[in-house]
């Protein structure tokens, strides 16, 4: 597998730490991961983004759907410290506003 | 122009990552700059998947070929398939204005990032009947000595 996912979760919210080449081959898991911590969290999904290094448009669908979701369970959803290759497909698909973006590792 | 390389794969998503690197290959010896390989690169990835997941609807037996033919003003590549043919507009679906979180969908990226990565994208149906995608590349003006 070119992916690695490692959910973490803390006083009931979850972050979600991805790795590696997110693509039509592999976003299924990220899609997995990212559904069921929405569905699980309390209020906060932050997806670590950072050391990604290849995201095409089923990466970028995932993120969308976790969006939604969090959207409408009322739950923040972020992106952390997204890295070249993913501000590069979020820019070209024109969804880089859509996103709450942060380079904060506080939360 | 002369095709530099034609291959034929599978339409199995695991075969995206080694086509992208044989792709990333090539356009690095074509000295194109890194932001517009990754961009093509993207480009093309989204061009397969396409095919695998609209042309062949997820089934991963089908074939899928990649030609790339490099010339003094233009880079091409053309991807074709035997499975489902497109709706004839499907080139010309691009209207994603004024996108929020409450009228996002998560399909249609894909020819989105496509247009965006090449100069010129074009379809047709070859003889054989299959689908033909053609993907236009402008090279940067070459100067001799």
């Known amino acids: 597998m070119s992916i690695d996912i490692q959910i973490i979760e803390k006083n009931g919210n979850y972050k979600i730490q991805v790795s590696g080449q997110v693509d039509l081959y592999t976003s299924p898991d990220l899609r997995k991961a990212i559904l069921g911590s929405v569905d699980k969290s309390k209020d906060t999904i932050i997806i670590q983004l950072s050391q990604v290094e290849y995201m095409d448009s089923s990466g970028v669908a995932t993120l969308v759907e976790g969006l939604r979701s969090a959207t409408k369970q009322k739950k923040s959803f972020k992106l952390l410290s997204p890295s070249h290759a993913v501000r590069k497909v979020l820019n070209l698909s024109r969804l880089e506003t859509v996103f709450a973006i942060t380079e904060s590792n506080e939360e | ?145």
């Open chain 2, 1 to 145: 122009m002369r095709d530099d390389f034609t291959i034929t794969f599978r339409s199995h998503p695991k075969l995206l990552k080694p086509v992208r690197a044989l792709v990333r290959n090539y356009l690095e010896m074509a000295h194109f700059s890194k932001e517009r390989i990754d961009d093509m690169v993207l480009g093309l990835d989204e061009a397969c998947t396409n095919c695998i997941r609209h042309a062949y609807h997820g089934a991963k037996s089908g074939i899928i070929q990649l030609s790339a033919r490099l010339g003094t003003v233009w880079l091409e590549f053309e991807l074709q398939d035997c499975g489902t043919c497109p709706p004839k507009d499907f080139l010309l679906r691009e209207k994603r204005n004024n996108v929020t979180p409450a009228n996002l969908k998560p399909h249609g990226l894909g020819l989105i990032i496509l247009k965006r990565a090449f100069d010129e994208v074009s379809f047709y149906v070859n003889a054989n009947g299959e689908n033909c995608l053609v993907l236009r590349a402008r090279r940067k003006a070459f100067k001799k000595g």
